[in-house]
């Protein structure tokens, strides 16, 4: 069965020079390897830019290297394609490639001219975007910013340019208000990269009923993801805390927006069973349990897939 995740941390890892490749079976310290992509019949892992809050004062630096990253450990490894359009996306399937799309996740660095290097970034490729991380920036607030204020003028801006140059929005991180005050700008669908049910976890980077709501009337996508403590208030995660959230998201009518999130690479605790890629098998066997082979592939991969289809750029 094919799988798309909409969110692993593979690039930060990169970063820190202690990871020299993509390739292995994990003992080098990546949950996602280009082996265990292959294992769980990827089609498209969405590898996110990550730059920490600590190294804000070295500008753009750390972003351009991260997809330098991307470029030279990604791009490298032979059956992975570049997907930065719906076509790419098509190929992936057509010849049983594996599809690598690049997602910007915090927009600090731009703040010195956020629409020109909006555009740059774009050509390098980009085809995602979340505006913030946990806290604040110049765009908006972050879900973890205690004032919980919403886009500013400049991140308004943003956004509309993201709409016209195709380039998808990814609200996971934000405030409340920011997520709302995007839902109103925008005549688009957009997503949840990886972010559960509040109403299951009390967690804040999940989303209450009525974004999930929002998100299904914007035929938008919501990636579950497997961070425990966004499982499972204690962080005492099972396969079964995940089917928990599949179902209470269907029950809001959200069965063809949810995806799968993992966070692979951004966490150091994993659910048992659910710790890589090549694991995924675990989940499927268990949705196989509870749903119909059709749902299970809409969730391990086909609603995923629809979304990037009907919003990639040509």
């Known amino acids: ?120 970034l774009h050509t390098l490729g980009v085809r995602a975007v979340g505006l913030t991380w946990n806290g604040a920036n110049w765009a908006a607030d972050g879900i973890m910013e205690a004032r919980g204020g919403g886009l500013t003028a400049s991140g308004s801006q943003f956004v509309r340019q993201c709409r016209s140059l195709g380039i998808l929005l990814d609200a996971s991180h934000l405030s409340e208000r920011a997520f709302w005050d995007v839902a109103a700008l925008l005549d688009t669908p957009f997503m949840a990269s990886h972010s559960n049910a509040r109403t299951i976890c009390s967690h804040p980077r999940n989303l209450s009923d009525e974004q999930i709501k929002a998100l299904i009337l914007k035929r938008g996508l919501i990636g579950v993801t497997f961070v425990p403590w966004f499982l499972e208030a204690s962080g005492n995660a099972t396969v079964g805390h995940v089917l928990r959230h599949i179902d209470y998201i269907c029950s809001l009518g959200g069965e063809h927006a949810i995806a799968l999130g993992s966070d692979f690479d951004g966490i150091d605790e994993h659910v048992p069973g659910l710790s890589h890629p090549g694991q995924l098998y675990n989940l499927r066997n268990e949705l196989l349990k509870r749903f119909t082979e059709e749902q299970t592939r809409g969730f391990m991969s086909q609603n995923a897939w629809s979304f990037f289809e009907r919003n990639l750029p040509s």
Do not use: W
């Open 1 to 120: 069965m094919e799988s798309i995740d909409l969110h692993c941390d593979a690039l930060f890892k990169l970063m820190t020079g202690k990871v020299p490749n993509l390739h292995g079976d994990g003992t080098g310290g990546l949950d996602v390897t280009y082996e265990r992509l292959g294992e769980c019949g990827s089609r498209l892992q969405v590898f996110a830019v990550f730059i920490p809050p600590r190294l804000d004062d070295r500008g753009l630096y750390p972003l351009l290297e991260s997809i330098d990253l991307f470029y030279e450990k990604v791009l490298s490894c032979p059956g992975i394609v570049f997907v930065r359009s719906r076509e790419e996306l098509q190929k992936c399937r057509a010849e049983g490639a594996i599809g690598a799309m690049l997602s910007l996740e915090g927009v600090s660095a731009l703040q010195a001219n956020p629409v020109v290097l909006l555009r740059l």
